[in-house]
Antibody, heavy 121, light 107 residues
Framework: EVQLVESGGGLVQPGTSLRLSCAASGFIFSSYSMNWVRQAPGKGLEWVSYISSSSSTIYYADSVKGRLTISRDNAKNSLYLQMNNLRAEDTAVYYC??????????????WGQGTLVTVSS | DIQMTQSPSSLSASVGDRVTITCRASQSISGYLNWYQQKPGKAPKLLIYPASSLQSGVPSRFSGSGSGTDFTLTISSLQPEDFATYYCQQNYIAPRTFGQGTKLEIK
């Protein structure tokens, strides 16, 4: 079964750091690009970051550029999101999602169950 | 960035109703459009990609259409398990932006 399991969320103070992890199983992790998507409480989905299968290409949303860093360890089948200088507006459930590609088209499937990050003093 | 606008933002309907949700892109995205379903407290689930292909396991009462800037998600006969929030997402260009969501509620 293809599965993504996030961990590492919690309650942190503004200005501090947190590292999220996403453990992948049931597929060849090293063959897929991966994404982080977040959802603030009661709000919609916001794409956060993308990393290609070999880590050669990385993208960030403008809202997180310079503070969040995506990485992966293909040997450990794991995706990471290092979050620095956290702000209240970073409060959200963070999902990791596998990117499926067919020709020029791509979509996110599956998604992990999410991990909640709360930034508050 | 490409802006995705869904309408309506919320919708009340009854079991058995035919429902249509619209997604409009701020520029042409050809057929590069996906649809997701999210139930409360759960992760989003892929329904349709790109624009009209049904994900494996998704009931055939769901269908997608459109091209360019205007797209629709149709549920032909609402079932109790379909009450959820639906999001469109463009995959034409980075960043992969989502619509604001359409919450489908029971009337």
């Amino acid at each position: 079964e293809v599965q993504l399991v996030e961990s590492g969320g919690g309650l942190v103070q503004p200005g501090t750091s947190l590292r999220l992890s996403c453990a992948a199983s049931g597929f060849i992790f090293s063959s897929y690009s991966m994404n982080w998507v977040r959802q603030a409480p009661g709000k919609g989905l916001e794409w956060v970051s993308y990393i290609s299968s070999s880590s050669s290409t990385i993208y960030y949303a403008d809202s997180v550029k310079g503070r969040l860093t995506i990485s992966r360890d293909n040997a450990k089948n794991s995706l990471y999101l290092q979050m620095n200088n956290l702000r209240a507006e970073d409060t959200a459930v963070y999902y990791c999602a596998r990117e499926e590609v067919y020709g020029d088209y791509d979509w996110f499937d599956p998604w992990g169950q999410g991990t909640l990050v709360t930034v508050s003093s | 960035d490409i802006q995705m606008t869904q309408s309506p933002s919320s919708l009340s309907a009854s079991v058995g109703d035919r429902v249509t949700i619209t997604c409009r892109a701020s520029q042409s995205i050809s057929g590069y459009l996906n649809w997701y379903q999210q139930k409360p407290g759960k992760a989003p689930k892929l329904l349709i990609y790109p624009a009209s292909s049904l994900q494996s396991g998704v009931p055939s009462r769901f269908s997608g259409s459109g091209s360019g800037t205007d797209f629709t998600l149709t549920i032909s006969s609402l079932q109790p398990e379909d009450f959820a929030t639906y999001y469109c997402q463009q995959n034409y260009i980075a960043p992969r932006t989502f619509g604001q969501g359409t919450k489908l509620e029971i009337k």
